[in-house]
């Protein structure tokens, strides 16, 4: 996602003459200049539409434009807003509407009605964003001085949801076998994903990936267990398992970039001609930014490679999690996430290291080497996506990771501990109300904004369970929700 960028389009009109018009166009090249050093992706300075057709044109250009992540508009003066109607008609990427103004202050000597007629973004913007409220545009209004750090902040951040839509729109998900037997929640319709999302998930055959470890070098091994000694405290002398482990890694990496696919899915239930199911492999493959889901599920996998490229990076610490097991005392109410194997070490509070276990689920013939850590400390959030039948809900849950109150000497897999608000049991209350699976993406570096945000671009509902959030309150705003959304 390192070519990306956005757009930046100013409104105007003809009305003010040559000089006001020259001046508009050199302030907006600067502060989109001036912007890119603070954003995370260049903001390029297009053009200032003063016509229907000036409009039309760049909103075409950057429609099939594939570098375009979004266009960011902004009105220095006011420009009528009957001339952007063809043009918002046709957008087709993410729209921030950036209420901003060249200047800070309201110059007490110089102003008079030139400077009025120049910066009169207060009553541009305004115009201009009736249009879009009356078009019913999915978009983001961000409004607040273009040199403030907070503002600036916020336009990224809104950023990083749209390369989010960016990466969905191409996201390709393998999937080596089904979802596992009889679960519901990591059910989908694949159709609708690739309608509304632009997900292709497609099915490998088991088969065909022990065909692909089998093609894989010795040398090739060797090579990846010296960035396993290098990365990681090799704490098992069982080295054959942890070299199975990188095998399974180099061919699932090369089935992966062959297809084009950004995330993969197996399952325990069919590892037919593997000796282990993929544990430090998956984990070693999400830290490079591929999403995973397990047991089938290709919603999370999808999820996790999306909002793993929204994070700092475009690879940031977001990881597929699953909800294990409470700490019920009074006072130190804390959530044990953890997966089977498969927990990615972009969360890791120390150095992981790579241990050989007993996994009993599956046809596992040797114990699976995985990578055991405990996640660091941090907010961060929770988020499911779920299919409800004509739609999709996404469910997001703030949280705070601690560090794991326990050592549990015992437990052979990576964990995270945290705080679920508003609290755990009223949090699990809401989570269980609105549906939630057990598997989550969990983020320390997406926040619920961006989250919310990249749901408003894709059309998806969004639930959000905040400090604020109260079993009652949500159960109105889902039974307002479901009526709504029956009605689009
Ligand atoms: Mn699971």
Redesign the pocket.
């Known amino acids: 996602m390192k070519d990306m960028q956005f757009w930046f389009v100013v409104g105007s009109q003809s009305l003010y003459g040559e000089d006001v018009l020259k001046t508009v166009a050199v302030r907006a090249a600067e502060m989109a200049a001036e912007l890119s050093k603070a954003l995370p992706y260049p903001l390029i300075y297009k053009v200032t539409a003063k016509s229907n057709a000036e409009v039309a044109s760049v909103v075409k250009d950057a429609n099939h434009d594939d570098t375009c992540a979004g266009i960011i508009t902004w009105c220095h003066t006011f420009s009528p807003s009957k001339m952007w109607i063809n043009g918002f008609a046709n957008l087709q990427k993410p729209y921030c509407h950036f209420a901003t103004q060249y200047n800070r202050e309201i110059p007490n000597e110089e102003i008079d009605m030139d400077f009025m007629n120049l910066n009169q973004a207060a009553h541009g913007d305004r115009e201009h964003g009736f249009i879009a409220a009356r078009l019913r545009m999915p978009r983001k209004v961000i409004a607040g001085y273009w040199k403030d750090e907070s503002v600036q902040k916020r336009l990224g951040d809104w950023m990083k949801a749209a390369i989010g839509v960016a990466v969905s729109k191409e996201m390709k998900v393998m999937r080596f076998g089904d979802n596992m037997r009889e679960v519901a929640v990591t059910e989908g319709d694949k159709v609708e994903v690739q309608a509304k999302l632009g997900w292709q998930v497609n099915t490998w055959a088991t088969g065909d990936l022990v065909k692909e470890m089998n093609a894989v070098t010795e040398a090739e091994i060797d090579a990846l267990m010296a960035v396993y000694q290098a990365d990681y405290d090799m704490a098992t002398d069982k080295l054959d398992h942890v070299r199975y482990q990188a095998r399974e890694e180099i061919a699932m990496k090369k089935m992966l970039d062959a297809e084009g696919c950004r995330a993969f899915s197996n399952t325990f239930q069919d590892l037919y001609g593997m000796e282990q199911l993929p544990g430090l492999a998956s984990q070693r493959l999400m830290a490079q930014g591929y999403g995973y889901g397990?047991?089938g599920d290709w919603k999370v996998s999808a999820m996790t490679a999306i909002m793993k490229a929204m994070g700092e990076g475009g690879n940031g610490c977001s990881l597929f999690m699953?909800d294990y097991t409470y700490h019920l005392v009074p006072g130190q109410e804390y959530s044990l996430g953890a997966?089977m194997l498969e927990v990615c070490p972009c969360c890791a509070a120390g150095k992981p290291r790579i241990e050989t276990h007993h996994l009993g689920i599956g046809m596992n013939e040797k114990d699976p080497a995985r990578l055991v850590f405990e996640g660091k400390e941090g907010d961060a959030i929770v988020v499911s996506l779920i299919d409800m039948g004509g739609r999709l809900r996404l469910i997001c849950q703030d949280i705070h990771c601690v560090k794991p109150i326990l050592p549990m000497p015992n437990l052979p897999v990576a964990r995270v501990m945290w705080q679920a608000s508003p609290s755990l049991t009223t949090g699990v209350e809401c989570w269980i109300t609105a549906g939630g699976a057990?598997?989550t993406v969990l983020s320390y570096d997406v926040t619920a904004e961006m989250m919310k945000d990249w749901c408003a671009m894709l059309d998806i509902e969004f639930v959000h369970i905040t400090k604020d959030t109260t079993v009652e309150s949500l159960e109105h705003d889902l039974f307002l929700s479901d009526l709504a959304w029956k009605l689009k």
Do not use: D, T
């Open positions: 397990g047991e699953e997966h057990h598997h």
